[in-house]
Nanobody, 123 residues
Framework: QVQLVETGGGLVQAGGSLTLSCTAS????????MGWFRQAPGNGREFVAA????????SYADSVKGRFSISRDNTKNTVYLQMNALKPGDTAVYYC????????????????WGQGTQVTVSA
């Protein structure tokens, strides 16, 4: 069990950039692969990006590949999502999540979730 808190959301113009942070506490951070998901009103929660425990392997949804970058700093118990070239379609609540399993592209793979942070991209 680990507690996760996301920060960094806000309002940004299309084409702009934003960096989200997720800080973990109450667990051994290096035991978890970390993921970012997002959910827009009326939609399900969709996979955005994930990074393995050591930060050596990353995975991205096709919709964000080349624009978003996930990374982690295990000395700070923090995972980041750098978002560039933002589009209105990126507007959603963004959640970070933690898993001790080997799979990390499905919501069902994750045991712990943050409360989410709102990202709004205006046209």
């Amino acid at each position: 069990q680990v507690q996760l808190v996301e920060t960094g959301g806000g309002l940004v113009q299309a084409g702009g950039s934003l960096t989200l942070s997720c800080t973990a506490s109450g667990g051994t951070f290096t035991s978890y692969a970390m993921g970012w998901f997002r959910q827009a009103p009326g939609n399900g929660r969709e996979f955005v990006a994930a990074v393995t425990r050591g930060g050596t392997i990353t995975s991205y949804a096709d919709s964000v590949k080349g624009r978003f970058s996930i990374s982690r700093d295990n000395t700070k118990n923090t995972v980041y999502l750098q978002m560039n070239a933002l589009k209105p379609g990126d507007t959603a609540v963004y959640y970070c999540a933690a898993t001790k399993g080997a799979a990390f592209r499905s919501t069902n793979d994750y045991s712990d979730w943050g409360q989410g942070t709102q990202v709004t991209v205006s046209a």
